[in-house]
């Protein structure tokens, strides 16, 4: 298990507590596209550090940049501005060098389906230049730790969306990498494939890996990342643990009210609610957030909220009081919801 995690002796770091990655002013724009147009900005001057150990994500929406800032890091393209080190290096100058030391999973799975289990490693060990003695060792204890060792000799191309994304995952630690880049490690994937994946993460982050990755998922970002970015439109909107910004930008609870679609009793709870805002007293609404489906009500003590609710002679057809999450936090960022 020790040889799966993060590799023992890092080289080019300048001083050992130094950043693994540290963004200033990070930019991506590409440039229009044939038929014209103006360049389009997809990462507008972010600034982040990667510390050794930790596991760091980026949360936002599809089309927030996450993406664009992983390939950045990954060195497979340029950066349009700002800074970029990694490693203590520039990925302008020195991304062979860089890549040798970093793992990628990329969004899409991009393993050669016709050759065996085994030797998709094989290919990617003999890439980075290990010896075939080396790469046989290290595939048994991945392919064991990712839990395809009872298919190394099967082809790729009938295992399953959760099993090729776990061979990813193997085919991204040959070259024992310093730090683990994951595009949305576990989209696509069915909640109990997710679950399996998720477990992987944890016995990496558990064996010391430095990780870095994006989702949209709200639950993967909070159960896998000791810190993150909340991300939209190309820039950090809050950055933190979980648990700070939840703390930071929501209310410990919030209680869910859903009503008769078309009935009217939507817009006339709203106006209701809002005169519960800030009374000071039990159950005390912090604030209100009104989506299509459901409104979202923001307090300390959901229960009393709900009582209060009920009190001011709102008459939900459902409800429900559950703790906040990085969804509300989103939400209270930037009005929309992660997943559209
Ligand atoms: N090669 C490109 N040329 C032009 N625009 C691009 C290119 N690649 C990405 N974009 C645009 O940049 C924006 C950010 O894309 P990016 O893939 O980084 O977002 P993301 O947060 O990773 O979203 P997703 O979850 O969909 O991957 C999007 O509006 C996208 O359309």
Request: aromatic fraction near 4%; charge should be negative.
């Amino acid at each position: 298990m020790a040889r799966i995690s993060a590799s023992p002796s890092p080289v080019a770091v300048s001083a050992p507590d130094a950043p693994l990655i540290k963004a200033v002013g990070l930019r991506k724009v590409f440039p229009p596209s044939k038929r014209g147009g103006e360049p389009f900005t997809a990462v507008d001057g972010i600034d982040f550090e990667l510390h050794r150990g930790e596991v760091f994500g980026f949360l936002g929406p599809n089309g927030a940049g996450k993406s664009s800032t992983m390939r950045m890091i990954g060195c497979v393209s340029p950066i349009s501005g700002g800074e970029l080190t990694i490693l203590g290096m520039d990925p302008r100058v020195d991304s062979s060098r860089i890549k040798a030391r970093l793992g990628v999973v990329p969004q899409e799975d991009s393993l050669d389906l016709e050759l065996r289990v085994r030797e998709n490693l094989l290919i990617y060990g003999r890439y980075f230049g290990l010896k075939r003695a080396e790469i046989a060792e290290r595939t048994t204890e991945l392919l064991e730790f990712v839990q395809l060792a009872d298919r190394a000799e099967s082809t790729v191309e009938p295992l399953s969306g959760g099993m090729k994304r776990r061979l990813t995952i193997a085919r991204s630690l040959i070259n024992s990498p310093e730090i683990l880049i994951l595009d949305e490690p576990t989209t696509g994937l069915d909640p109990q494939a997710r679950h399996v994946v998720w477990d992987r993460l944890f016995r990496l982050k558990q064996a010391g890996t430095t990780l870095v990755l994006t989702t949209h998922y709200m639950d993967e970002a909070e159960q896998l990342c000791d810190r993150l970015v909340v991300m939209d439109h190309g820039r950090i909107a809050a950055e933190g643990s979980p648990r700070s910004l939840i703390e930071r930008f929501s209310t410990r609870e919030v209680l869910e009210i859903r009503f008769e679609p078309g009935s009217g009793a939507h817009e006339a709870a709203i106006a209701k609610a809002e005169g519960l805002i800030g009374t000071g007293e039990r159950g005390s609404i912090d604030r209100l957030e009104e989506l299509p489906d459901r409104i979202l009500v923001y307090s300390d003590d959901g229960e009393a909220a709900l009582a209060a609710v009920h009190g001011s002679g709102i008459t939900p057809l459902a409800s429900l009081v559950r703790r906040s999450s990085l969804e509300d936090v989103f939400l209270h960022l930037t009005g929309r919801t992660l997943v559209d």
